[in-house]
């Protein structure tokens, strides 16, 4: 008697449900480790752009995003202090004005690139564009050490300033096209990179003016 067959689609929902389950039943502390190699693997893509795999960016997720947003609004927003000639606190303002440039940018990009006919999902775009702001929360962080021993306004910082913000953004800019190029026909390639372009700029000034 021959064993009965099985439908593909029960057994990709049994399979699904015991991952469910034995995620809920899991430790706090093997969940969050999971999370964060998950994050480095992906991040690992940015660091050291590998053509063999740009897939793992297919499988979206917004916690490297939110996280990497987060600590560049907090280096932004604890440089700023009280930048201002009134004396007012402007760090609040500062780390509203970066998360807001940092999704709305996002969003307007993926919505950009699917408009374009891009064969990517809203939300693996909005994933690329959060991993690929690594190079310049690490720019921003090295600028704010400096910021420590150089002088404020001298010419050294000024450089040094300068050649971190345009390298971080020649290597964000980087990662991203080498992911969504393939994404987007040739000829209509020139619409969707401008708009990425734009987005790393302005973040770039903003760094660049902590």
Known sequence: MEPEERDPIENSNARN??????????PISATLLRDLKKIWSKLSFVIVPRKQEKRQLQNWDLWGPLLFCLLLAVILSSAAGTADST????????????????????????LNTKLLGGHVSF????????????PQL???LIILILSLFLQSGGAALIVTKSMLVCASMAWSISATLGFL??????????????PVLLFYIVL????WIM
């Open 17 to 26: 449900d015991d991952v469910e389950s034995d995620t809920l039943s899991e």
């Open 87 to 110: 004396g007012k606190d402007q760090s609040a303002l500062v780390f509203a004005s970066v998360f807001v440039i940092v999704w709305a940018g996002a969003g307007v990009v993926a």
């Open 123 to 134: 939300f693996q775009c909005v994933c690329v564009l959060g991993y690929c702001l690594f």
């Open 138 to 140: 690490l720019a921003s």
């Open 181 to 194: 190029s393939e994404a987007v026909d040739r000829n209509r390639r020139t619409l969707a990179v401008y």
């Open 204 to 207: 770039g000034w903003n760094v």
